[in-house]
């Protein structure tokens, strides 16, 4: 037996006022006054009866959705990329929280990097998109023609057509590098996910190379190492390090995630962090002070980043207008356990 579902009307009866006041009371219609007692009696009801407002006929009489699509293209090897990495769930969790406090819901995608972003979008009539990591292409061309805000997570796509939000990434991975010469270290590997124009792990390795660089260090071909971003990379890494001879001292891993496999990897083939090899790694997600060693690791707020997409979302659709909006977060480094002085080398 189906049960029948409580109307606006419904809650008018049970506390004796009219439907459009019901309406006022749970919309918080700034435009009209409603007494405590009057509100008081409405929110009884709707508890009482176990009302739940109608998204599709709110949506359809306003022209909103109360959605905002969040995109994870899967831009690498992987078919658990945004959960398999602690980042994501970070991230996806304030813009989650954020939403949800101004009345919003998530419809949550991970997309091959060939997809067609905008029938994903157009399907659900989304208000507003979060797009994190992509890279340049005609699917991201294809947006532009929805009347929506776009906001760009982690992406270095100059366009005028979309908001971004980001960090300086070449920034933070100098101020890595920067921290282990200024240990003593000399021999310093650069530990990644793929490599790729436009992409994040780029400036990354742009800024260890110019770190290196200004002290007057080589970079050895053999001190670079391009994966994917997870942990059973990081793990595959540590094998790697001991196959091509362990010729550093230190390393500069561009993803806590990466980090993690790296120093479990390392401990299985005895190989000690610090001891043997000091380590910074990149991001700070609330898994790096709990891994042994606590992680050294360049901070960015990955909450933050979040909020702010979200905001960046509600304040477009609320001016009605998508004029481009850049938001550049900063960065610290939260020193912790895995670096040790290297006193040895000249």
């Not at 790697?240 to 479990?264: C, N, P, W, Y």
Request: aromatic residues 6%; glycine residues 8%; charged residues 25%.
């Amino acid at each position: 037996m189906e049960l029948k579902r409580v109307s606006i009307k419904d809650v008018a009866k049970e506390a004796g006022v009219s439907a459009s006041t019901v309406s006022y009371v749970l919309n918080s219609t700034p435009t009209e006054t409603i007494s405590p007692e009057t509100t008081k009696r409405v929110m009884e009801a709707v508890r009482n009866l176990g009302y739940v407002p109608n998204l599709n006929a709110r949506s359809l009489s306003s022209r909103r959705s109360n959605l905002i699509g969040v995109l994870i293209p899967q831009t690498e090897p992987g078919k658990e990329l945004m959960f398999s990495n602690p980042f994501y769930g970070e991230l996806l969790s304030s813009i989650e929280y954020t939403a949800r406090q101004h009345g919003y819901h998530l419809l949550l995608s991970g997309t091959k990097e060939d997809q067609d972003y905008r029938s994903i979008a157009q399907n659900r009539g989304v208000d507003g998109v979060i797009i994190v990591g992509t890279y340049p292409g005609e699917n991201l061309n294809a947006l532009k023609k929805l009347d929506v805000p776009i906001v760009l997570v982690d992406s270095y796509i100059k366009d005028e057509a979309f908001h971004t939000i980001g960090i300086e990434d070449k920034e933070g991975a100098r101020m890595a590098t920067r921290y282990l010469i200024a240990k003593g270290h000399r021999r310093i590997a650069f530990i990644s996910g793929s490599i790729r124009e436009n992409g994040v792990n780029i400036k990354r390795f742009q800024g260890y190379r110019d770190a290196m660089l200004e002290a007057g260090l080589a970079i050895d071909d053999q001190a670079v190492y391009s994966g994917a971003v997870d942990y059973e990379y990081g793990m595959a890494a540590a094998r790697e390090f001991l196959s091509r001879g362990k010729r550093q001292t230190a390393a500069f891993v561009t993803a806590d995630v990466i980090t993690m496999g790296l120093i479990k990897g390392l401990k299985q083939q005895r190989v000690r962090v610090p001891e043997d090899l000091s380590i910074v790694s990149f991001d700070d997600v609330y898994l790096a002070q709990m891994a042994y060693p606590a992680l050294t690791t360049v901070h960015q707020d990955i909450g933050e980043k979040g909020k702010q997409a979200v905001q960046l979302i509600l304040n477009a659709a609320k001016s009605k207008e998508h004029r481009h909006t850049e938001c550049i977060l900063p960065l610290r480094l939260v020193e912790r356990e895995s670096v040790r002085e290297w006193r040895d080398e000249a």
